[in-house]
């Protein structure tokens, strides 16, 4: 398996990039987020892939983080779910506002992705919601600073990733003290 490439990126479109590794040509397809971190044409780039073989068709999909990488290969695991919705989750949202979007079962936002409906986002918040919430949330929603804030929300019920989802929509102001972002987040679930 192809598990990445450093190259030279020859050209880029909507969809991927064309990547030189040696003198061979390879097509990448990559998330948008992906695609504007390559840099200039004939500049050298740095990949993570996942190579995805079906029957009829070979298809090498970029990415600039194991992160990425990951989320995008939990994603294609879920019935129903290629590559290519993959790719438009991906590209619509960052992997910590789609990992949220998951764990917390938010399913008007998914289903506002191309491609992505309520029955398919229904499935994605079902099958992968356990597994976000312990891989991802935790560690990737709590930043320094707000675990005071997080342990607050879910002694008062919330679970954790609806807790994780109103701190990391807070500002990130040096001069809101604790309780302040706690009756922030209050205010934010209230207005739901």
């Given at each position: 398996m192809i598990a990445g490439l450093d190259g030279t990126l020859e050209s880029r479109s909507a969809e991927g990039a064309i990547i030189k590794v040696g003198g061979v040509r390879l097509r990448v397809f990559m998330p948008t987020s992906t695609l504007s971190a390559l840099g200039a044409i004939g500049e050298e780039v740095h990949l993570h892939t996942h190579l995805h073989l079906r029957e009829d068709n070979i298809a090498l999909y970029g990415f600039s983080s194991i992160e990425e990488l990951e989320l995008f290969r939990m994603?294609?695991?879920?019935?129903?779910?290629?590559?290519?919705?993959?790719?438009?989750?991906?590209?619509?949202?960052?992997?910590?506002?789609?990992?949220?979007?998951?764990?917390?079962?938010?399913?008007?936002?998914?289903s506002q992705v191309p491609g992505v409906g309520k029955k398919m986002a229904s499935r994605l918040a079902l099958e992968l919601k356990g597994k976000l919430e312990s891989a991802w949330v935790g560690a990737a929603v709590s930043p320094e600073g707000n675990a005071e804030v997080i342990a607050a929300l879910t002694s008062l019920g919330y679970t954790h990733a609806e807790a994780a989802s109103a701190v990391s929509t807070l500002p990130d102001s040096p001069e809101l003290t604790v309780e302040d972002k706690i009756r922030l987040a209050l205010q934010q679930f209230a207005a739901r």
């Open positions: 994603l294609i695991g879920v019935t129903g779910v290629g590559p290519k919705a993959a790719l438009a989750m991906l590209s619509a949202m960052n992997p910590s506002q789609l990992t949220l979007a998951i764990a917390t079962g938010n399913i008007d936002l998914l």
